[in-house]
């Protein structure tokens, strides 16, 4: 079936140092977005990315849809990163419809 | 304000009480989705719309029904609610036309006790 896995499940940073997140998925997909839950519960968007390198500020992320994986890289992390990290994925069989993986819970200690 | 707004942000009710969730958005979307999300897990899909005249259950829709009033709306109910259907509840939009890229709501966070 349609499977979406993220690792790994829970993250714990010193404040400053790097991370990476991945997400595995297990057919083609249409798009791919990372989403970042902070601790108020709100959902929100960092990358649309079914494929390639994007890079906003101390985030990137990285999907090679060949290969059928996603990175999402934090440079320099804070205190505000924490929070739980979402992959989501659109399959080219189920157009229309996200599947989400069950998160990465990241804490940064300052 | 933003795009997508949900009401009532936080509600408490009681076993059997109907409750219904609304779900409003400017971003002139055409498809509208209802997501579940439990603790420690991933959004689960309840119902989904892609345009006023369609509606279609998702992977936890026993229990849900929805309606989509008009373009810019489109609600979910709890005919009678039970405490397993507490969780936190998000309205997404995307664009038919667009690359699919999903926008939530703030979350509507629902206890029964």
């Known amino acids: 079936g349609i499977q979406v896995e993220q690792s790994p499940p829970d993250l714990i940073l010193q404040e400053g140092a790097n991370s990476t997140l991945r997400c595995n998925f297990s057919?083609?997909?249409?798009?791919l977005q990372w989403f970042h839950q902070n601790p108020w519960g709100q959902l929100i968007n960092l990358f649309y990315?079914?494929?390639g390198t994007k890079q906003n500020g101390r985030l990137s992320a990285t999907t090679v849809a060949t290969e059928r994986y996603s990175l999402l890289y934090i440079s320099s992390s804070q205190t505000t990163d924490s929070g739980v990290y979402f992959c989501?994925?659109?399959?080219?069989?189920?157009?229309?419809?996200?599947?989400f993986g069950d998160g990465t819970t990241l804490t940064v200690k300052p | 304000d933003a795009d997508v707004t949900q009401t009532p942000r936080n509600r408490i009710t009681k076993t059997g009480k109907r409750i219904m969730l609304e779900c409003s958005q400017t971003?002139?979307?055409?498809?509208m989705y209802w997501y579940r999300q439990d603790p420690g897990l991933g959004l689960r899909l309840i119902y989904y719309?892609?345009?006023?005249?369609?509606?279609n259950k998702g992977e936890i829709s026993d229990g849900y029904s929805v309606s989509r009033q008009a373009q810019a709306k489109f609600s979910l109910s709890l005919e009678s609610a039970i405490p397993n259907q507490t969780a936190l509840y998000f309205c997404?939009?995307?664009?038919?036309?667009?690359?699919?890229?999903?926008?939530f709501g703030e979350g509507s966070r629902l206890t029964v006790l």
């Open positions: 989501a994925v659109e399959y080219n069989t189920n157009a229309g419809k996200s599947t």
């Open positions: 057919d083609s997909v249409n798009n």
């Open positions: 997404a939009t995307s664009d038919l036309g667009g690359a699919g890229e999903l926008f």
């Open positions: 971003k002139g979307h055409d498809r």
């Open positions: 990315i079914p494929s």
């Open positions: 719309s892609f345009d006023v005249k369609d509606i």
